[in-house]
């Protein structure tokens, strides 16, 4: 995966992708799984803006239970089981608990009912699964085995408890990065730091012909043509579409702020809690992750421009957010001392912000086929919020495109095609082996090392013979991500390709290592290494890229 700006201006693309998040990330697989020519651009990092606030939840639909929503549920089922069975290593099972009250709509018979209606309507949900992967039936659980669980609860009125397995990406980062990885092996190129600026038009300006663009890392301008533009960049397509010279549909009209806290203290329970906080009906999500707390989501309405998110996450933003969290578990006291890391991004609503009320995020994807709806030939804009769900729009979309290119389209290959790392097998006997084979390898660092890149975690240890210095390992890791996955940055490198600073404060030892090897491979001198490494420092957000582009 490399930068190749001179074919990006050179070439003329049957499909242009504007964004390079979870969506721009999963057209690009489309397309090029269509065998279509696609390119990708990003005015960023890829996976650095909004797609990186997640909960790193994979949702089977059980939510939409309960709005009889049942083409959704049939849709996340789905898409759950494939990410299961095409990324085993990036996605995994994780047991979740919400617990019962005396409310009719929030009891253990309830609760119950719609379990056991959810493993009914996914009853295939494990088929083709490695065992590790199969997601077993809910069940409700008896006061007294929820408080074995979270003992806090003990003067609440709970009186049991939902349990239910959904999944969960280890590095959410990773997972469209493995898409982007997945399109380029098959020819699609994919730009970061490349911003797209305003649209190529005819001499009639009824048809988009590509992006005009700037490449900020060296500062020069650039045409980018295409047969088609999807326009997948999410807030900022506002920006974007407002530089057309006619009035056109946007995809979204209200933002709202979403907030995630990483917090230092040890999880309250190895499940994912749903939790109510107390005086009032929102629920709150709190899970385990890499040994400490991820919770959220915190949203209030955004008003004006689309801006970089964690630039707007104010004081108050902080403090209302940990007082509902303490309120969701009684004697919680989380404070701003325990803050690891802010995940903030910007999401689209389904409707006008109501006075004193939380946003009504979208809950539908918006494809918006601009020849339908302005008459404009040439574009179409693609809006939504959940990963589980980013493959298959995807695959509508590229089947819309395809047919504006009158190509027809195959059954998706990514139904079932593995992304890389992904041919592992069950990974928790790929990891034995590779244990069985490298025992001077730490067991914690094996396992972290299979979670991210599975089956190339092998070409990993292979570059670092036994015996070699404690390091060696670290560097093997780092070379191969900076010579194959085109980060710009030392953010880029810790934060999204590595993991190595996203889950905490990097130890000084291995960000040095991190910036001297980088610096070593891109030829930075003294001063530029110590800037990257001062900049990840102070970094306590991976909405956006810890060190801004320039030459």
């Known amino acids: 995966m490399q930068r190749d700006i001179d074919t990006l201006q050179s070439k003329t693309f049957d499909i242009l992708v504007v964004g390079g998040g979870i969506y721009g990330a999963a057209l690009l697989r489309e397309a090029a799984a269509q065998g ?36 959704r549920v049939f849709e996340s089922i789905r898409e759950r089981s494939l990410l299961l069975r095409t990324a085993p290593h990036l996605v995994a099972p994780f047991p979740c608990l919400m617990p019962t009250t005396r409310s009719l709509m929030k009891s253990r018979l309830v609760m119950w009912a719609g379990l056991l209606i959810n493993d009914i309507l996914s009853w295939n949900r494990n088929a083709g699964l490695v065992p590790s992967r199969r997601i077993p039936r809910g069940r409700t659980i008896s006061r007294r085995a929820l408080l074995e669980i979270l003992p806090a609860l003990r003067d609440t009125p709970a009186t049991g408890a939902a349990t239910w397995t959904d999944a969960f990406a280890y590095d959410s980062e990773r997972l469209p990065l493995a898409m982007i990885r997945a399109a380029t092996a098959r020819g699609a190129l994919a730009a970061n730091y490349v911003r797209a600026d305003g649209f190529l038009l005819d001499g009639a300006q009824k048809r988009v012909l590509g992006v005009r663009a700037t490449d900020l890392l060296a500062g020069r301008p650039l045409e980018i043509r295409a047969a088609v533009t999807i326009d997948a960049a999410s807030e900022f397509s506002r920006r974007l579409l407002s530089t057309l010279p006619l009035r056109t549909t946007s995809p979204d009209v209200h933002l709202a702020l979403a907030v995630n806290l990483i917090l230092r203290t040890p999880p309250p329970a190895q499940y994912g809690l749903g939790l109510q906080s107390a005086g009032s009906h929102r629920l709150y999500f709190i899970a385990p992750w890499r040994g400490l707390t991820l919770a959220g989501t915190y949203y209030r309405a955004h008003a004006g421009a689309p801006v970089p998110a964690a630039s707007i996450v104010g004081d108050a933003d902080i ?56 008459g404009l030939e040439g574009l179409v804009s693609v809006c939504s919020i959940k990963y589980t769900t980013a493959r298959g729009i995807a695959e509508d979309v590229i089947r819309l495109a395809a047919r504006k290119l009158g190509r ?44 991210l890149y599975g089956s190339e975690a092998r070409a990993i240890l292979d570059a670092v013979p036994a015996g070699s210095p404690p390091d060696a390992l670290l560097r093997a890791e780092l070379l191969r991500a900076i010579r194959e996955e085109a980060p710009a940055n030392l953010g880029d490198l810790l934060f999204r390709r590595t993991a190595w600073a996203s889950s905490g404060d990097i130890p000084a030892g291995r960000l040095d290592l991190a910036a001297a090897v980088m610096a070593a491979e891109r030829g930075w001198d003294d001063a530029r290494r110590r800037a990257e490494a001062d900049a990840v420092r102070a970094a306590r957000t991976l909405w956006y890229p810890a060190l801004a582009a320039r030459p």
């Open 36 to 71: 279509l020519s696609a390119a990708l651009v990003e005015q960023a990092d890829f996976v650095s803006a909004t797609s990186a606030n997640s909960l790193k939840i994979v949702h089977g639909g059980l939510r939409y239970l309960q709005q009889a929503d049942l083409p």
């Open 319 to 374: 403090d209302a957010f940990l007082d509902a969290l303490n309120r969701c578990i009684p004697g919680t006291t989380w404070t701003r001392g325990d803050i690891v890391g802010i995940h903030a991004g910007l999401l689209p609503c389904a409707r006008p912000p109501e006075p004193d009320r939380e946003p009504a995020l979208l809950h539908h994807s918006r494809i918006t086929d601009h020849a339908r709806a302005d």
């Open 408 to 451: 027809r389209t195959k059954t998706s290959p990514t139904r079932t095609e593995l992304l890389p790392g992904g041919d592992c097998g069950d990974p928790a006997d790929y990891e034995k082996t590779l244990a069985a084979a490298r025992p001077d390898v730490p067991p914690a660092e094996l396992s972290r090392l299979v979670r």
